[in-house]
Every structure is written in structure tokens, then in C-alpha cells.
């Protein structure tokens, strides 16, 4: 099996959106992590949710995580209004989050490394043609962990 075998359609942004958006449709959809695409459709960035999340957060909070046990909780929709008039690209900067992307010919176990070196929830899977690159999909954690379990029953 290889990566295009394994490679599955999954929802994107581009750099261009509303980062609100963005994130309405990484909490409605229940997503691990936010697929940015730049606006040739390439690989922009791939962000676990828990770092979307991060980015919201004041820099003295998520320096010293004790002080969020005595901010108030009407501040929470605060967070929220960080997002307002940005976006996506203004909010997730890719040199924080660059792609971890594979070809279609990986092996599992290498896009196994590959999501276990970056921490990331989610690889895309692209082709490299004459005309560009081709995002064909992405691999999900969950897609890999199903993967190992039918190889071993």
C-alpha cells in the first residue's frame, strides 16, 4: 500500500479566507487540524487545532498557564474576537507551520515518521507534474492507525 492508496479528500482553507471562518469549519467539522492552501492551491500550512487554539490565547497566558485559572470567564469570547479581520495566512504563519507533505509513492511506515517528527495530526499527499504540484489528498492519524490494525488482523 502507498500513500495515494491511503490519500483521502479532506476540507481546506486558503490563506485568503476569514480566519473566523476557518475556524467555525475546524469546530463544526470536528477536525484535527486546519489544511491552508495558498492561492495557486498548493500546501500552505497544516495546524493542529490545539496550536489554532494557542494562537488565540494572550502571550501571558500562554507563557504562564497558571494565570488562567483567575482570568474571568466573560473574557472567553475575547479570544474569539482576536480573529476578527484576519486572515487565514495573517493568523497561522507558515514558517511556524510548514506541510508535512509525502508523494504519492510513501510507504506507510514513512508517513508514519513523518506525522510522529512533526507532530502533525495530518500529511497531504501531493504529486509533483510538469504543470505544479497536486495536492491528492491527505492521510489522517486516524486513516494510519486504521491501516495498521487491518494489516495486523
Do not use: C, K
Amino acid at each position: 500500500m502507498r500513500a495515494r492508496d491511503l490519500a483521502e479528500p479532506y476540507p481546506f482553507v486558503t490563506t485568503d479566507d476569514d480566519a473566523i471562518d476557518a475556524a467555525r469549519m475546524l469546530a463544526e467539522q470536528s477536525l484535527p487540524a486546519l489544511l491552508v492552501l495558498d492561492t495557486d492551491n498548493q500546501p500552505y500550512a497544516i495546524v493542529p487545532g490545539s496550536q489554532l487554539i494557542r494562537q488565540l490565547l494572550p502571550a501571558y497566558i500562554a507563557e504562564d498557564p497558571a494565570l488562567a485559572g483567575v482570568v474571568v470567564e466573560q473574557h472567553n469570547g475575547e479570544l474569539a474576537e482576536r480573529l476578527a479581520g484576519l486572515t487565514v495566512a495573517e493568523w497561522v504563519p507558515r514558517r511556524l507551520y510548514a506541510p508535512p507533505v509525502v508523494g504519492p509513492d510513501a510507504r506507510p511506515l514513512e508517513v508514519a515518521a513523518l506525522m510522529a517528527r512533526t507532530h502533525s495530526p495530518l500529511v497531504a499527499v501531493i504529486e509533483r507534474g510538469s504543470d505544479g504540484v497536486t495536492l491528492l489528498g491527505t492521510i489522517t492519524a486516524a486513516r494510519l492507525m486504521q491501516h495498521f490494525l487491518q494489516a495486523a488482523a
